[in-house]
Every structure is written in structure tokens, then in C-alpha cells.
């Protein structure tokens, strides 16, 4: 029987609910599928940082490093941490640390009720489904820059966008890689190059990498006008690469379309090491310990994590069994359904245990 430890951090907010859920799924599939999951709780969160003064110390990003094949991360970010340190510390800082350069956040219309657009003219349902590969190490999230005169009338905030060729290439060649391993014959660049001359490296690097792709036609976009076309018409896309900021914009966006930020998962990954999976949304306090969060996107994160430690099978039940619950009118408020977060879960477990 195949084993996998899995190193889970709830975190703060509705992060440990929906993680709850996502647990519960996960062993069910376990059972069905047939192998283990070594399951590790750390306690990094806004509590653990607020009553010990650590975010998440050198030996513990060492282990996950060394020690695990997987990362689940509900959410984090709290009111009472209000410079967010112990998140970036934490979410950023494994993104960072563990060079988990692609961020893959799928946009996908898993039931025609979720869509926030009207009907396409001339009839027929809408059919939303791409793959958003964000930049994860690099951009502006690097953290270079400082403040100068910092709470003077004179104050000076700089942040520098950093773009190197060897990250720039790595994220688009794998996301050139998936569209051909998945059948898809397009993908889509966002840069804003026209204001920023430093994104012109996407450009260049974008032309050679794609010409090792001809059966993939590649398209570019200002960031502007993508995000503008993606509410237009949303069906035409396949799969867009883009910078960190972008990509954090256009995976809300797109989260938008299709249900929300309660449904869409992302992964975190780097070709041979273990990856970090978590939901697009944070950890939405004034919902937390209500039993009204909605646990969609931890599950279909879930899924994600199954299909990268290799259970397509687990993860495609798990994911019909989320469609199934869709169907049946199995959701949470934010979804205008009236199930809990927990009797989601249990839903869940049991469709998915048939
Ligand atoms: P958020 O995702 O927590 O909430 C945005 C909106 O979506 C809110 O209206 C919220 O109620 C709703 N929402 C989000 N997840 C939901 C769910 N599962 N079920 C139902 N409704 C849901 O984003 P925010 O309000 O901008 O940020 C709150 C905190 O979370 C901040 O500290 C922020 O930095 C942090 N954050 C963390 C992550 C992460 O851990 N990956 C991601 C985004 C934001
Ligand atoms: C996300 C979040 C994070 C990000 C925040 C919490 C730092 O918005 O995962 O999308 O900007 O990457
Ligand atoms: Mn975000």
C-alpha cells in the first residue's frame, strides 16, 4: 500500500474548518483507493505566533523540506496580527523557501447555477474552464525595497518588481508542458509591458520558449484588457501564465466567475519535491468558528493534492462527488444554499465512500 505523509497547517480563521473537511474527505478516499496518509498537525498560526512570538522556525521549513510529500494550508491572516507578518512568513515564506514557483489555480464552471454571468447570447450554458499558472517566487512579492522618512509628510515607500530569465522560463515552460500533456491548443501570456519595459522579458521568453511548443498557439495580453475579456468571454481561454501580482488578481477574477472564492483550489508546486496545496481564499474572520464557511475549495484542493501524489482516480471521485453535492443543492450561504460547513463535510464523506 502506497503511503504519503502529509504535513498539515490549519492556521487561522475558518482555516481549520475547512481543513476538517478536507481531512475527512481525504481519509475516506484513503480507504477506497487504497493507500495512507501519515497525517502531521503544526501549529503555525496567528495563536502560535501571538503566544510564542514565532511565525514558523528554520527547522520546521527544514522538515518539510526533507521529511513529507505533501502540504495542506487552510488559511491565514488575523485581525489581531494586523501586519500580517506571521502569514507571510508562513504562506510566502514556504512559497519562497521551498521554490514552489508554479502556482496552478484552476477556473473551472463545475455547475451552471455557480456562474456570475448571464447566458451567452444565442443560447447554450457556459463552459469555463482554464488553468491560471501563476509566477510564485518572484515579482513583486520578493520583498525588495524599504521605506525611507516612514511616517513623515516626506515618506518614501519603494518595492522593486524582480524578474530573472531562469524564472521567468521555468514557470512558462511548465506551463507550456501541461497545455500539451492536457490536450489544450492555446496558452495565454498577461504582461503590461507597455507601461512596465522590464515585462518585455516575458515577451522574448514567452517566443523561444513556445517555439519548442508549435502544436500550442500562443496568445498575449495586456493584464488589462485579459482581465476585461475573461469576463467577456471566458470560455475562449485554456490556460494563461503570468507574473505573481497577476496571478494573484486574475485567480480572484476568475474565482469570481465560477462560485467564488469558497470553491477554487490552487496548488503550489515544484517539479519532483513535495508541494504545498492550498484554497485561493484566506482565512475570512468574520465567518470563522460559525459553521457557515464554505469547504468546496478545500476539498477540491484536496483533489488537486490526490491527482500530484499520484490517486487520479481518488481525486476524480472526490471531484464528482463535489459536482454531485452542486447538483443536489449541497452548499453553503455564500453559494445561497443552507448546509454547514461540517454537514458539507459529511455529505461529502459519505457520496464519496459509495
Ligand atoms: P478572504 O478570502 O478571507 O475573504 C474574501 C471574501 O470571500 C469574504 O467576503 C469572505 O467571507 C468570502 N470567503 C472566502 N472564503 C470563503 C469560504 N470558504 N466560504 C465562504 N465565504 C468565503 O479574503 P480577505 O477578506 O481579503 O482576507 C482575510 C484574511 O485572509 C487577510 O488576513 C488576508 O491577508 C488573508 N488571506 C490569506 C490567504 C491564504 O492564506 N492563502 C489568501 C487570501 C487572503
Ligand atoms: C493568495 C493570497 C496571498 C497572496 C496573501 C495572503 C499574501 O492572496 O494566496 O492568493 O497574495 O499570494
Ligand atoms: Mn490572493
Not at 27 to 41: C, G, N, S
Not at 93 to 118: E, I, K, M, Q, W
Not at 331 to 350: F, N
Amino acid at each position: 500500500m502506497k503511503r504519503h505523509r502529509l504535513a498539515v497547517i490549519a492556521g487561522d480563521g475558518i482555516g481549520p474548518e475547512v481543513i476538517e473537511a478536507a481531512l475527512g474527505a481525504l481519509a475516506v478516499a484513503a480507504a477506497r483507493f487504497d493507500f495512507a496518509l501519515d497525517i502531521e498537525r503544526l501549529p503555525y498560526s496567528a495563536d502560535h505566533y501571538l503566544a510564542t512570538r514565532e511565525t514558523i522556525p528554520d527547522e520546521a521549513v527544514e522538515h518539510l523540506r526533507r521529511d513529507v510529500d505533501a502540504i495542506l494550508v487552510g488559511a491565514l491572516g488575523d485581525p489581531r496580527v494586523p501586519g500580517n507578518e506571521h502569514a507571510r512568513d508562513i504562506l510566502l515564506g514556504l512559497r519562497f523557501r521551498l521554490d514552489l514557483y508554479v502556482n496552478l489555480r484552476p477556473v473551472t464552471l463545475l455547475h451552471p447555477s455557480l456562474c456570475a454571468l448571464r447566458a451567452p447570447a444565442g443560447g447554450g450554458g457556459r463552459a469555463i474552464d482554464f488553468v491560471i499558472f501563476r509566477e510564485n517566487t518572484e515579482g513583486l512579492y520578493v520583498g525588495a525595497g524599504g521605506g525611507l522618512r516612514t511616517g513623515t509628510p516626506d515618506e518614501i515607500q519603494l518595492a522593486e518588481e524582480i524578474h530573472t530569465r531562469r524564472g521567468v522560463e521555468r514557470i512558462i515552460r511548465y506551463a507550456f508542458e501541461w497545455a500539451r500533456a492536457h490536450g489544450k491548443t492555446r496558452l495565454t501570456m498577461a504582461d503590461k509591458a507597455n507601461a512596465v519595459p522590464a515585462h518585455r522579458l516575458w515577451g522574448r521568453v514567452f517566443a523561444e520558449v513556445g517555439a519548442d511548443y508549435p502544436d500550442i498557439e500562443r496568445e498575449h495580453r495586456y493584464v488589462d484588457a485579459l482581465a476585461m475579456e475573461l469576463v467577456r468571454e471566458p470560455e475562449r481561454f485554456q490556460a494563461i501564465v503570468t507574473q505573481n501580482l497577476f496571478g494573484d488578481i486574475l485567480s480572484d477574477l476568475g474565482a469570481g466567475l465560477v462560485g467564488g472564492l469558497g470553491i477554487s483550489p490552487s496548488a503550489n508546486l515544484h517539479p519532483g519535491r513535495a508541494g504545498l496545496f492550498e484554497p485561493v481564499h484566506g482565512s475570512a474572520p468574520p465567518l470563522a468558528g460559525k459553521n457557515v464557511a464554505n469547504p468546496f475549495a478545500a476539498l477540491l484542493t484536496a483533489a488537486l493534492m490526490l491527482r500530484e501524489l499520484g490517486h487520479p482516480d481518488a481525486a476524480a471521485a472526490l471531484e464528482d462527488a463535489v459536482r454531485a453535492a452542486f447538483a443536489a443543492g449541497v452548499t453553503t450561504p455564500d453559494l445561497g444554499g443552507q448546509t454547514g460547513t461540517r454537514e458539507v463535510a459529511t455529505w461529502i464523506a459519505e457520496h464519496l465512500s459509495r
